[in-house]
């Protein structure tokens, strides 16, 4: 494989946002795990930026200090675009920019980079509400890395130098440096009094439950904590986008519904090297084959189509649907099976009739689109990033966007 670098992986959808939002609004938030590409954008945006540009790099002790010191005259003065780099570790920034961004003298576009969702959401409803936009940045897409790609991804995951990695020794090497400094470095960086020893056995364990109905208690004994605490652990690893929390869907049905979360890994990469996993011939022989498919093709499915109004559905009895996205007054349904040759099942039937999908596509790693029945449909993961999921004159009609 020749060599490659971060660089050559054009995201173009994401910086073409970007840019949108910094037009419309003055303040711009991108949001994402570490080491997922965020300052790499704001690098991309900056060189393509009609005027001056700032960086402010809050991991640097200067930068730091220089915005803790004297933060709203080093703000004031700033014109053009004033990136703000890891702006979760200043969350009093936020009150200072409201009235910056209320000024009409205003010269600058604020363009925030974050890695921790809770601290940098809390900040802004208090006091950026109707000031900000965010932008959701997501590992890798397979339309970024290429549909030829697609086992790589899927092994080593969608952070870039991950992904990028020459061989798979050296993608081992970079998750354990990774998986280490999140842990003693970035989590304690947010203020957290969790220890490093206890969330890191508690992201292992989690990475054997992946896929699951999250079960508070049954982990809880397995670490010999509290209730709370695993609840709190989960939570702090959601909030730094390492894990999905994705709800279950409540309606009037007239059935027993499952109302606990399912609880994922949110990059297949984390999970393959915290199951201890060296190469992709070791996935296939893992018990948690299917399940790692599940969460990576759940995951290539919202980067997709967008994290809101995202649901798994289950009832008491077993009949289960892995995704349901609301789009456009419909509901559209979504089943990840790791097989070569797809095909329908009760579970299936009973969702669309419980559900009243509009379409059913049972997403999986071969190349050829099919139909089941008529409302359910084989679909090759490399074909998501063209699905539109808008009604058609016939309900029962999907269709794909050309490509360009």
């Given at each position: ?360 596509w049972v997403v999986y790693p071969g190349t050829a689109r099919y139909p089941l029945t008529d409302k359910i449909t ?27």
């Amino acid at each position: 494989m020749k060599k490659e670098n971060q660089q050559n992986i054009h995201r173009k959808k994401l910086l073409d946002d970007i840019r949108v939002r910094l037009a419309e609004s003055p303040v711009v938030a991108l949001l994402g795990a570490r080491q997922v590409g965020k300052t790499t954008l704001a690098g991309q945006v900056a060189a393509a930026w009609k005027g001056q540009t700032v960086i402010f790099d809050l991991e640097r002790p200067q930068a730091r200090e220089m915005l803790r010191a004297t933060p709203e005259k080093v703000l004031a003065e700033q014109e053009g675009l004033v990136i703000v780099d890891e702006v979760q570790r200043l969350p009093e920034l936020f009150t200072l920019l409201r009235p910056l961004c209320d000024n009409p003298q205003r010269r600058a576009t604020f363009l925030l980079l974050g890695s921790a969702s809770w601290d940098l959401v809390k900040g802004v409803s208090e006091s950026l509400a109707g000031r900000i936009q965010f932008v959701d940045v997501p590992g890798l897409s397979l339309d970024e890395a290429g549909p030829g790609h697609l086992d790589r991804l899927w092994f080593r995951g969608g952070f870039p130098r991950a992904f990028l990695a020459a061989n798979d020794a050296a993608w081992d090497r970079w998750m354990e440096g990774f998986t280490r400094t999140f842990l003693e470095r970035d989590i304690p960086g947010l203020g957290s009094k969790v220890a490093p020893d206890a969330l890191g056995r508690f992201w292992r364990m989690l990475a054997h439950f992946h896929g699951q109905t999250w079960n508070a208690s049954e982990l809880a004994r397995s670490m010999d904590v509290s209730v709370t605490a695993t609840n709190h652990y989960r939570d702090l690893l959601a909030g730094t986008f390492m894990v999905r929390v994705l709800p279950p869907w409540f309606a009037n049905l007239g059935k027993r519904l499952v109302k606990s979360p399912k609880v994922y890994l949110r990059d297949s990469g984390v999970l393959h090297h915290l199951l201890g996993l060296p190469d992709r011939r070791g996935l296939q022989a893992h018990p948690r084959y299917g399940a790692s498919w599940e969460g990576f093709a759940l995951e290539q499915t919202l980067v997709a189509h967008g994290e809101r109004d995202a649901y798994f559905y289950g009832t008491q009895r077993g009949a289960e649907l892995d995704l349901l996205l609301l789009r456009h007054g419909q509901r559209w349904g979504f089943e990840f099976k790791c097989t070569d040759a797809p095909k329908t099942t009760k579970s299936m039937h009973v969702a669309l009739d419980d559900l009243g999908l509009e379409h059913l596509w049972v997403v999986y790693p071969g190349t050829a689109r099919y139909p089941l029945t008529d409302k359910i449909t084989a679909l090759p993961l490399s074909e998501m990033g063209g699905l539109e999921l808008t009604p058609m004159n016939h309900p029962r009609e999907t269709r794909t966007r050309r490509s360009k």
